[in-house]
Structure formats: structure tokens, C-alpha cells
């Protein structure tokens, strides 16, 4: 990845010619298309949307056709360039921080989004395939929707979306107003018991373009009803003008069947990644022990910390009162004594170092205490935080995991022997 590489955000005024990019060799591109088609739309009903972002690389979108679609905590990416090389180049960019959804990515574009993840270390909630079912406008217009008597059809409300979401199987921290957008911008149908009112089958348009989030009540399972809410969802997707697709978990043969019935055909996978945060110092809490305090560390208190070093060597003392008097340091004191009973430096170089804590004061989270504490300082000052432990320190490494560090590689320190006399003294 070039230094000079960085993510430009393509403004809404431009999404229109970005959208008709995926027009040519259709229906090769028809889910972009669909995805970007979506977000005009959405923009058109509030320009004011918050947390929405279309991203290029260096922006170049006009020559490669690569978006990445932040909504919320989903990500939609696609690119019209064969390597992908400027895709994955753009995801190392993006802020992973927080988790993100990777929402119905195709399969050509699964290994760049795999790459990155795996290159950035980040942990997989899960990885689903699913399997997409392609139905083109003309197809959808021939399709005949049959309500079964005793039963009407009506969009779905916002407390319609929350039933649905009450139940959905892939519910999570904010479908609930996910289904409520969906229900309020796209277009969908709900399936009512007239003599109840009751709702007893739903289908939305998720944004990327597909029949989504199709279910049908426990109670009125095996009687046709996913296909009428599906059936009618695609004809008025239909009547925007699109063709249709939807997206089938690869095991769920039930639903499988039923698209294959109505006459969708497969035309391909795409696959659902969701990442675990990964807590960044900015999100760090730091608790300081009843009883105790943190300060910055004196040149006394360097001279102490010296005297316990593991790695003391003739010039630490010098090193450590260096670090004390220029670098981010924390200390963590005992009020009634005053005693200094764990402390960490930032090195050189710009990583945790010289982290102790004292013999007696062990095994009570002290560590924790002062790694966090100095790394919240560092980003004070603008900077990622990053640590060295040695490979064997199981400790210390189960402790930076702990707090939230991610292995992200190794480093090593060599000690070559002196062949003339030092003359280096503290």
C-alpha cells in the first residue's frame, strides 16, 4: 500500500454517476448498481442522514468502480476492477475499530475483505454464505401474487418492524431500527389475519437490493405464506424498475425451495462477515484502586524502577530517567505510604516498556492499571499505542489481550559485545 494511499468520501451529488457505472454488461453488476440506487433514494428522503459514508481510494472511483458503503456498523464494498488490489488497498484504510457488518459481499469479492481481516487480526463473529437467487424485472411483472382469504396484505409500520425484529432469528444491537428504516424508505409487504389484524408474514428490501428478513409466524408455518410476501415484495420492486434478487442462508433449504418454486434462478454466493470490536485506547477505562494514586514518574522514581529491572545494564539508569523526564509515564502510588508500587514507560521507539510492578503487589491488577493509564496518555498525543513483551512473558501477554491488544507481529532486540573498551557509565 502506497503512504500516499487515503479514503476519499465520493458526496452525494456524485452517487447518481456512480450508480450508473454498474449499468454496463448487465446483469453482471446489478447488485452494485442496486446498493448505490438505494442510497440516493435514501438521501432523497433525508438529506440529513447520519452515520452513511460511501468511500473510494484516492478517488479513483470514475476509472475502478470501487465503493466502500459505510451505513451504521455495515460495510458494502464492490469493485469493478478484476485484482481487487485497489478494494483490499482501501479496506487496510478503513477503521475496523468498532466491528463491522460486511453485508451480501460476493464471492469475487470475498477474498480481499478476508485478507485484510486476517492481516489486521481481527476476530470473526461469524461468516455466513448465502446463496443468491436472481429473478430480471420483466420475470417479476409475469408473477402473479394469490392472498389466501381471510387475509390482506399492507406495508409493514415501525411496530410491525418491531414484532419482526422481536423474532427475527438474526437479531442483534441495532436491527431494531434497521427493520424500522427498512419498513418506513424500502419497499416491503406484511401479511394481516383480517378477523385479528394480526401479522403473520413480512418481507423487507434490505439495502443492498434483496428480499430480506422474510419470516413467517410460528403459528401459521406450511401454508404458503413466505411465498405471498415474497411474491408481492418483488413486484414492487419490480415496479421501480429493478430487477430482483434475494440473498438464502446456503442450509436453509425450506426457503431454497421456495425462491426455486417461484422461479428465481442461482446465480452466485454472497457472505455475511461480522468482525468483534477490537477496543481502542480512546475507549479504555481506567480504574484506579481505593487506596492508591497515579502520578508521573520522578527521576527517584526511575532510579527504583532501575534497581528491579529485569533488564538492568550498565546505561538503564540513564534510559529510564530519560524516559521519566521526556516520555508519557504513569506510576501508580500508595496513598498511606507514598510508595511506588507499579509503574510503565513509553520507549523510544513508542511502545510500552519497563512495565513492573512491585514483588510485593502482585496478581492485583496493578499491571493493567498503569498499561492502560499510559496508553490513554499516548493517544492523548495523537498516536496508536503498541507494546513488546517477550514471546515466553505468558503473563504480561495475557494481560495485553486482556485489555484489548492485538497480536499484530514481532520484533527483536540484539545485544552485540563490545570490541573496544565502553566508555559509556550511568
Known sequence: METTDRLCIIPPNEWIELRDLFRESWPEHHVAYATIDNYIRWYEKDSTIKNLTIYCL??????????LVVDRYQLFVYSLESSNCVLEKALHLLD????????SILSRHRKPVIDVITAKSLEKEYDSETILYYMPKPDCDSLCVT???GFELKPLSSEDAAIADDVWPNRHQGSLFFLQRLAAWNANVGLYECSTGKLVAWCFRLQAGPLGALQVDMGYLRRGFGTVVAIATAKQIADLGH???ALVNANN????TMFERIGFKHRGEA????TIPTPDCDSLRVTVPEGFELKTLSSEDAAKANDVW???HQGSLFLLQRLAAWNTNVGLYECSTGKLVAWCFRQQSGALGALQVDMDYQRRGFGTVVATATAKQIVDLGYECFAYVITTNEPPRNMFERIGFK???EAYWIRTIPTVPSEWQD
Open 407 to 409: 497480536h499484530s507481529g
Open 310 to 312: 529485569p533488564n538492568r
Open 58 to 67: 484516492n478517488g479513483s472511483w470514475r476509472k475502478d468502480g470501487t465503493y
Open 271 to 274: 457472505y455475511w462477515i461480522r
Open 147 to 149: 392472498v389466501p382469504e
Open 253 to 256: 433449504v425450506p426457503s431454497r
Open 243 to 245: 430487477d430482483c434478487f
Open 96 to 103: 475496523w475499530s468498532g466491528g463491522l457488518k460486511v453485508s
